[in-house]
């Protein structure tokens, strides 16, 4: 926008305002908006919203029955939950749909973010971050099976011919699965993530297609759209997309592994020292944060791996393949990926202990306020870890969902920094003990085989 100049002075220029999201969508041929968030296990929730109603959008007039949405913190005579939308997300998304877009929201209840929402838990972790002249870049590997279901509940990958007992990077396999990756890394680079890599995984059906790094938002949003994504594009080709860690007893699971870095207010990286002792090229800063996660990696367990079936993942202790890739100890070292955290070069580190269970938001939250209180206690993590290696000092990672859930009610920091006063934790931890609960009081096959005619 110019203004004309003032008698005697020069013309003055003043910044545009943002496009409404509605003129956004109308430039982009889109005619409807899936407005999205997820509630507290990942679960996305949406509602289609023509283009002519994305004013209302906007406006934040978009109500939702929070409590039949799914685990987030509300009771049925609660307020409604509004979707507030995040402009800089939306995206449109014809590969999926023709006409179709995506924006991810920010759940109000009553004109203030809503605290049980996992995207404005993450905020808040960040803003934490921000208090410190800090900001958080993460890249996320993203490991999915594609399979075929029968009518009787087995599984089996939906490639018929991968039956290898060592799959990974087979050309064959992903030559076979060629229309669905391509489809996959189309949608990634039309939105602009830069997809560099589409791999065949560790088991038969599995597969990871890998996006540059990111602001944690933003790739926390991005974790949740190529779920979305994959799941629909495999749809298309009859096939269904599972991210659940163990779907499998004999063969590797499912990992969300996430690649951290901090930056100062100049964009600076912080991680990267010219001079390290230790030898992993690490700065203090960097070695007090992942000090911090190694001291809450216990309670964090449950953010990573937050189901039932996600110790199946945690517990196994070989595959087909002969590795799990599931880190068991509260370790760290260099590029080893046995570790819980793997340092492979001085600019990041990588956390190894996510599942595809895993709800980004939460995790990076729990992790933020983690490293955060390493750096607050300028903690020392000890010397790393050599390869394959962990120490009697070294905390053992919770065997079952049970045990994360009393892990992280034992966490008084990590919990009292999630909650803000709200109880988030308490009620994240009581969600998942009913989760272990009721598969717990489910007999198995298992069972009848070891005990019906045991005694």
């Given at each position: 926008?110019?203004?004309?100049?003032?008698?005697?002075?020069?013309?003055?220029?003043?910044?545009?305002?943002p496009?409404?999201?509605?003129?956004?969508?109308?430039?982009?041929?889109?005619?409807?908006?899936?407005?999205?968030?997820?509630?507290?296990?990942?679960?996305?929730?949406?509602?289609?919203?023509?283009?002519?109603?994305?004013?209302?959008?906007?406006?934040?007039?978009?109500?939702?029955?929070?409590?039949?949405?799914?685990?987030?913190?509300?009771?049925?005579?609660?307020?409604?939950?509004i979707?507030?939308?995040?402009?800089?997300?939306?995206?449109?998304?014809?590969?999926?749909?023709?006409?179709?877009?995506?924006?991810?929201?920010?759940?109000?209840?009553?004109?203030?973010?809503?605290?049980?929402?996992?995207?404005?838990?993450?905020?808040?972790?960040?803003?934490?971050l921000?208090?410190?002249?800090?900001?958080a870049?993460?890249?996320?590997?993203?490991?999915?099976?594609?399979?075929?279901?029968?009518?009787?509940?087995?599984?089996?990958?939906?490639?018929?011919?991968?039956?290898?007992?060592?799959?990974?990077?087979?050309?064959?396999?992903?030559?076979?699965?060629?229309?669905?990756?391509?489809?996959?890394s189309?949608?990634?680079?039309?939105?602009?993530?830069?997809?560099?890599?589409?791999?065949?995984?560790?088991?038969?059906?599995?597969?990871?297609?890998?996006?540059?790094?990111?602001?944690?938002?933003?790739?926390?949003?991005?974790?949740?759209?190529?779920?979305?994504?994959?799941?629909?594009?495999?749809?298309?080709?009859?096939?269904?997309?599972?991210?659940?860690?163990?779907p499998?007893?004999?063969?590797?699971?499912?990992?969300?592994?996430?690649?951290?870095?901090?930056?100062?207010e100049?964009?600076?990286?912080?991680?990267?020292?010219?001079?390290?002792?230790?030898?992993?090229?690490?700065?203090?800063?960097?070695?007090?944060?992942?000090?911090?996660?190694?001291?809450?990696?216990?309670?964090?367990?449950?953010?990573?791996?937050?189901?039932?079936?996600?110790?199946?993942?945690?517990?196994?202790?070989?595959?087909?393949?002969?590795?799990?890739?599931?880190?068991?100890?509260?370790?760290?070292?260099?590029?080893?990926?046995?570790?819980?955290?793997?340092?492979?070069?001085?600019?990041?580190?990588?956390?190894?202990?996510?599942?595809?269970?895993s709800?980004?938001?939460?995790?990076?939250?729990?992790?933020?306020?983690?490293?955060?209180?390493?750096?607050?206690?300028?903690?020392?993590?000890?010397?790393?870890?050599?390869?394959?290696?962990?120490?009697?000092?070294?905390?053992?990672?919770?065997?079952?969902?049970?045990?994360?859930?009393?892990s992280?009610?034992?966490?008084?920091?990590?919990?009292?920094?999630?909650?803000?006063?709200?109880?988030?934790?308490?009620?994240?931890?009581?969600?998942?003990?009913?989760?272990?609960?009721?598969?717990?009081?489910?007999?198995?096959?298992?069972?009848?085989?070891?005990?019906?005619t045991?005694?």
């Amino acid at each position: 926008m110019t203004l004309p100049a003032i008698a005697g002075g020069d013309v003055v220029t003043l910044p545009s305002a943002p496009a409404s999201l509605r003129d956004r969508a109308l430039a982009d041929g889109v005619r409807f908006i899936l407005a999205v968030f997820v509630d507290l296990n990942g679960k996305p929730c949406a509602k289609l919203v023509p283009v002519s109603a994305a004013d209302e959008l906007e406006a934040g007039e978009l109500g939702f029955a929070g409590f039949a949405a799914g685990l987030i913190g509300q009771h049925p005579h609660d307020s409604d939950l509004i979707a507030v939308p995040d402009l800089d997300s939306y995206a449109p998304i014809p590969f999926v749909r023709e006409g179709l877009a995506i924006v991810h929201c920010d759940p109000h209840v009553d004109g203030a973010p809503w605290p049980f929402a996992p995207r404005v838990i993450l905020r808040r972790a960040l803003a934490r971050l921000a208090e410190r002249g800090l900001s958080a870049k993460v890249g996320a590997e993203v490991e999915y099976f594609l399979v075929d279901r029968a009518e009787d509940g087995s599984l089996s990958a939906a490639d018929t011919r991968d039956e290898g007992m060592r799959s990974c990077y087979d050309a064959r396999g992903v030559t076979r699965m060629y229309d669905h990756l391509a489809a996959v890394s189309d949608a990634m680079n039309a939105l602009g993530w830069g997809n560099y890599a589409n791999d065949h995984e560790d088991a038969p059906g599995q597969f990871e297609q890998n996006f540059s790094y990111d602001d944690a938002l933003v790739t926390a949003d991005r974790v949740i759209t190529l779920r979305y994504l994959v799941g629909m594009l495999a749809e298309q080709r009859g096939m269904t997309a599972t991210f659940m860690p163990k779907p499998f007893s004999d063969r590797a699971g499912n990992g969300l592994h996430f690649h951290l870095s901090l930056w100062n207010e100049d964009d600076a990286p912080v991680f990267p020292a010219p001079a390290d002792e230790r030898g992993l090229g690490l700065s203090e800063v960097a070695y007090s944060f992942v000090a911090g996660m190694l001291d809450h990696a216990p309670g964090l367990q449950l953010f990573l791996a937050p189901s039932v079936n996600s110790y199946k993942r945690r517990g196994a202790t070989t595959s087909a393949s002969g590795a799990t890739w599931s880190p068991k100890h509260a370790t760290y070292g260099g590029n080893d990926r046995t570790h819980f955290i793997r340092v492979p070069d001085p600019n990041r580190i990588e956390l190894r202990a996510g599942d595809g269970s895993s709800n980004p938001y939460l995790a990076l939250a729990a992790v933020v306020h983690a490293g955060l209180d390493g750096i607050e206690r300028a903690a020392d993590p000890g010397a790393p870890c050599g390869p394959g290696e962990f120490r009697e000092t070294s905390a053992v990672l919770p065997r079952t969902l049970l045990h994360a859930v009393q892990s992280l009610r034992d966490d008084v920091v990590l919990r009292e920094a999630l909650d803000a006063g709200h109880g988030v934790s308490a009620y994240f931890a009581d969600a998942k003990e009913d989760e272990f609960l009721g598969w717990h009081n489910i007999v198995t096959e298992w069972e009848l085989d070891r005990y019906l005619t045991a005694y």
